[in-house]
């Protein structure tokens, strides 16, 4: 019997041997599906590039604008400034300040109608230290650094990213609900200018926010994501409601400006000034790739504010500058509220502002 046995129909062989052919055939799948892959994220750099380009090209193109402006009118803009009132410019960095601490409260009561109530002064802290990415080309970056330091402390993330976006949606909303209301002041010799083409923006919006319209949205939504995004929409009154929420903010970013034309001693028409201050954000927040609408939103002031073009390119560039001195103070003293407070910035401080 054991002469018969050949050694290499061993069992005990054959079970050590078998193993081995499983473990090379799953390997080649493997490179085979990762390759697929590469394909469409290879696309979407490639247009995240060119949309960066866009904004750059965009932004040089305005920026350039301005400073030719200033340089040709440099007398009368430089003795403008050394006259300026600085009480006057101070009361304007407090109006900026509250104008952004406005559209804070705005997402704050988006974030209770779709989520539930947060503390106002970390949702506020989110908000200051989010606003430091919009200062990157590409307007999803105040979304995204918003809505990560809000999902890193405890919002669901779907959540937080999509009461972000919304709250963008209501705030340009209610911009053009002001625009409405200043529209009485705003015509000269019973003429309508291109300005006034905002007040279409308050019957769409109108209509954007009903719960029939938000709700087919919001299924589409849902069906794309395959289930991870899910909203409900809120009642009609609720919705205008939040639209009312940020017409005082709007009212402080026009005012700022008002404040600003005072302070230098310029002819100005008020209402004229803060229509066209609210249009240039408007038109910054809506050319997205342009980081912080630099130079688009100055571009629709000098345009629409009724000013010769030197005053009004004063008033524009102070304007973003209190503006940018607001949003970077504000930041920085929420970064580090949130870091003794113990909550998770650091991948926020990566998105929003590296």
Known sequence: MAANEDPGDDPRESLA???????????????SAAEPVAGPPRARVRLALLLRVVGFVLAGLAIA????????????VQEAVRNANPLLVG???????LAMMGLAVLWWEVLHGFHGREPLREVMSWYFAGELGKYLPGGIWPVVGRGELAAR???????????????????????AALGALLFPLTISGGELG?????????????????????????????????GRLVFEPLPWGRMVQLVLTAIPAWAFVGLTSVLLAESFGFDYEPARIMLAAVLGWIAGFLVVPVPAGAGIREIVFVALSGLESGPSVVIATVARFVFIVVDGTGGMIALAWLRSAGEDTGPAEVEAGS
């Open 17 to 31: 041997e078998s193993p081995a052919e499983p473990d090379e055939s799953p390997a080649e799948p493997a490179e």
């Open 65 to 76: 604008f301005l400073v030719v402006t200033l340089v040709s009118e440099w007398p009368e």
């Open 91 to 97: 009361a304007a960095v407090i109006t900026a300040a």
């Open 153 to 175: 402390n405890g919002v669901p993330r779907s959540m937080a990213y999509g009461t972000t976006a919304m709250s963008l949606g209501l705030m340009i909303i209610g911009g």
């Open 194 to 226: 291109f300005e006034h083409l905002i007040l279409l923006l308050v019957p769409i919006g109108l209509i954007v926010i009903h719960p029939r319209v938000m709700g087919m949205a919001f299924a589409l939504l849902t069906r794309f994501s395959k």
